[in-house]
């Protein structure tokens, strides 16, 4: 199983980025799947995470300017960023937690590997 991110970059105060993530492997079902983030020093925290049933939850910090959505048939979360501030800077990691294929399996988290966003002033 493996989980791809993409669409980190740089950008200006004020601009807009969007993060893709896809989920590929041997897998039997996705529960949650979400965004989280983590600048050096400092725990990785949540961004936002949406349900197999498309029920979003936000971190405060990002409310009103985040979006995520998800893609079950691709197996794809997407996070649309707005209003990009500085203190979004951080490497974001897509995270799914998921049951692959195979005989008694359990729900397991897994990570992708981080994508880069960098907000200028």
């Known amino acids: 199983v493996q989980l791809q991110a993409s669409g980190g970059g740089l950008v200006q105060v004020g601009g807009s980025l969007r993060l893709s993530c896809q989920a590929s492997g041997s897998i039997f079902n996705i529960n949650n799947m979400g965004w989280y983030r983590q600048t050096p020093g400092n725990k990785r925290e949540l961004v936002a995470t949406?349900?197999?049933?498309?029920?979003?939850n936000y971190a405060d910090s990002v409310k009103g300017r985040f979006t995520i959505s998800r893609d079950n048939d691709k197996k794809t979360a997407d996070l649309q960023m707005n209003s990009l501030k500085p203190e979004d800077t951080a490497v974001y990691y897509c995270?799914?937690?998921?049951?692959?294929?195979?005989?008694?399996?359990?729900?397991?988290?897994?990570w992708g590997l981080g994508t880069q966003v960098t907000v200028s002033s």
């Open positions: 995270y799914a937690a998921l049951r692959e294929n195979g005989w008694n399996t359990s729900i397991r988290d897994h």
């Open positions: 949406i349900t197999k049933d498309g029920i979003p």
